[in-house]
């Protein structure tokens, strides 16, 4: 069968330099290695988001890493570079020689010594250097008291768990505006004043960032000294060229604030290196703002074209491995902040294509060349690249949960489906999550005991039972949030922010940022959802069965009372923009709002629903075992707030309307995910208009993201057979989120993701 | 109370006019195409039928029906269809929907309704609403009423029609519709009665109906619809003829001309009402035939409004 268009095709427009050409060969290969996947602990992590194991994603090394037999493989995501042996000096390590103390003194010092026994690497066509090969977490001990574990287990029974690690959004405008150097100086500046009011404890942590920034500076230096010496060895006067630019560049912002649009670039990618070595990543911003300046200084001194800088982007984009920026958006006041670095920034994906997270911001006044450009990219390279959002939507969002008028304008997308206010907020986005499957199962259970014979009734206990997990959350939370600036302070990351060098706090701590709400992803929606509109219909209004029968059907997965499950399985289902079941999907979705915006952090925030989670769909629902809505304890829980799979049979502008009847401004994001066959355009379209006129369209009626592949499925079932083929090696789909390379993927998400790709044929 | 039956509704559809559209399939067709892809649109009445991926084999189906019209032995429900009145009990009883009816009763306003659901596709693709069937005309009353609600409302209408009709019920359409599809299958009557049971005079005097009114308000979109038939429309002779006859009567109102490659995904449609198919094991257009047939359409239409639409094989 073939169509005119051919999914994950070689990208058009701009050539690529041979030496661009063999960076991203290194780079894919890289990736097609396995040398950039990240892992989690077990299926409870993907599910929960804790593992009951490590603090947080799983350790690729070192004592708290798992073997393969355990952990699980999320696909290459990452920009560290495994090189297949733990960290040479885990027994050196300061925390290890001198004693582990959960201060920011120790885990300074411990930083230091790390990134100071981290080798500086310059590779050959490179003009944008650094990468990293080991996380702190494999070297020094990573884990919270056991006081914080008994919490979990207890909250994980309810439904419920979570993490607190990055997964925020720096401000990379304030180190390019000071450079290493004068953030040392605000470090300096700032310890001064907190011992001139006598602040101890204050005075203590800039004393610990102090060594976290000489460590960096020295780090950044050696980058200069290693080109240097390769310069001198290098006979090819092209490379030998190159080699001096690097150290020249390095050198300059060892200490200095970076001059040119190079040295931004090279300024940015170190940042990320020195700041992911942490532990794990965070989103970086508006990279069209961050640059624009120096690339409009550049090109006016005629020392940068267009090519110049798409060239230097594409090696910053093959350099980290796919990095979480975002593209136009407005501007502080409200107008298009498109410019020329958002056009030069998708042009350098253009180029080069494959996995990345970029995404751009729509709104109703975007430049409408740029947006058509935009899903032109995704659809002609069919990677789900650039992620479509909704930037009115995002800040609409914040100002409803509390944010200012002054950060709200600057939010960035930032990650899978969540966005940040730009230096200005910790808030544990896709971090901690809420399997609303589990309270409904206790309610069926207490709706049984107390013979409650009608629909409101039970709704009533559904919503306590939300309640008490929400209430657990919370306490769980709060302990994590107690210990987490002493267990694992985020030293590099709150240089960049607003708030914690000028409070003398850890951007884990509190006061320190703006904003440090709770993010949540809610996991399930969908299956609570059709589950309650077959109950209220099933066993309250037509009382065929009785909630004792559907629980006893539920226990054996439905086996010998198929059709019990056929009736429950066929009532009206949601994504079919029927108004019935919607109604019920705003119910649900409301209610577990309003539970989670009711309840503060020790911080002082709220907490915030993300009806999103996403990769704990998969292995959720053999956990979860069959549910009321006819699933089969086999079947996973739907994606998000997508439909279930298979479900949705109106088409995808049904599906659309369906999730739109929820108002995402009161929510923390919730992506519309579309597997689109190539054979849905059969000729007659041009599929990146249809991408265009579609998602402007969701968009405008209050949808916040749409993530879109479009991918062969006959192709993708082949390929979970026969991986190894070498035609398959360069498939990217969207994953969730993020995008992965599928023959990369853990066998279950690829099962999962080949079973939602629909909308085949209209 | 005006009503018409209605077998399916199309949410999102971008093959059936201009734009991104909800095509509604009416019921009730004059021809009878051998290789017709909605058999279920033929008949004017309700159609049972049953679905053997979804069947459970609980045979609630055979309990319920009064008529004994439905049996068993060992294997799935056995449907007399002698002794069927469609009454739909069976249908109620299926816990599974593997019964259906096809066929849903709708009045005008039910079915304004459904389709306003996308209105705001339909704005930003500049699409709209078609009717199709089954053959639309034959409930041209009830698409009268239902495109003048649609008209008022502002919405783009389209009609895909298979020509066979009574001139005086097109003409009364054509002033509230924006865009006739019309199916032109073949231009030998003779063939034209194997393939379809009827021969084509009235189908060419209704087009030239079309024609005219286009003449006369240029604001009418003339879109040609030829199928391509393996073994039967799908040849160099049949698309030619066509095409002669195109540029000589119709070319100056003419905005497309869509060569629409035959697939046999339907299959499971006849399956479910116990009709066999001659088509049933007909591959695709191969890409080579249908650049040759192309060329052949576009030996008499200019190149650009000349296009193969649907799936073809490698």
Redesign the interface.
Known sequence: ???AFAPNSRPQGFAASSRLDRLAVRSHDLSKGNRRNVYVDNREFLVYHWSGKSSAFSPATGEQALGDDERINLGDHNCRVDVGVPYPYVAEMPSKRDGLELTAANWAKDYAFFLDHSPAEVYPDETIVGEFHWQLDEARFYKFPDEVYGLGFALRELGAGGISLAHTCPDLGIGLTLGWGGLLEKVRENRARFEGYGAADRVEYLDASEQVVLAIIRYVGRHADRAAELAAAETDPDQKRLYEKVAANCAAIATGAPATFEQAVQWIQLFQVVERINGHGNGYGRLDQLLIDFYRRDTAAGVLTREDARSLIAELFLKYGGNYFSFAGRNRELKDATNEVSWVGLEAYDMIGGYNHIGVMWHPEIDPAYYAYACDVVSRHGCGVPTLINYDVLRASELYSGYSEEDAWNVSYSGCQWYCAVGNEYSDHDLNCLVLVKPMQRAIDIAIRDGIQNFESFWRVYTEEVEKTAVALVAFKNKVYEWHPKVWPEMVTSLCMHGPIEHGRDVTDSPSVNNAFTSVNVLGVPNVVDSMFAIKKVVFEDRRFTLAQLREAMDVNWQGQ???R??M??QEKFGN?LDGVDAMYVRVADQVLDTLEHKRNIKGFTFRPSLFQYMGHTYAGPMMGATPDGRRAEEPLAHGCNPMHGRNT?????TA?SLMKVDFSRFQGGSLQIELQP???????NIGS?IE??S??YM??GGVQINLNVIDLAQLQDAIVHPDKPEYQDIVVKVTGYSAHFVLLDREFQKEFVSRVNYA?? | MLTARVFDIHRGTTHDGPGLRTTVFFKGCPLACRWCQNPEGIGFGPQLQWHARKCIGCYSCEAACDRGAISHESGPPIVNRELCDMCGACVAACPAKATTLSGTEYTVDQLIGAVMKDRKFFETFEGGVTASGGEPTSQAAFVYEFFKGLKAAGIHTALDTCGLTAGASLERLLPLTDCVLFDLKFIDSGMHRDHTGQPNAAILANLARVVEFARANRGLALWIRTPLIPGASASAENVSAIGRFIRSDVLDVLDRWELCAFNSLCREKYQKLNLAWEYEGVGLLSHAAAEDLLGAAREYVPADMVAVTGILAE
């Open positions: 069968m073939s169509t198929e059709v019990m056929q009736v399985l066929n923009d109106a088409g995808i502008t049904a309307n054979r849905f355009f059969d000729g007659k379209d249809f006129k579609f402007r369209t405008a009626h044929e209209v």
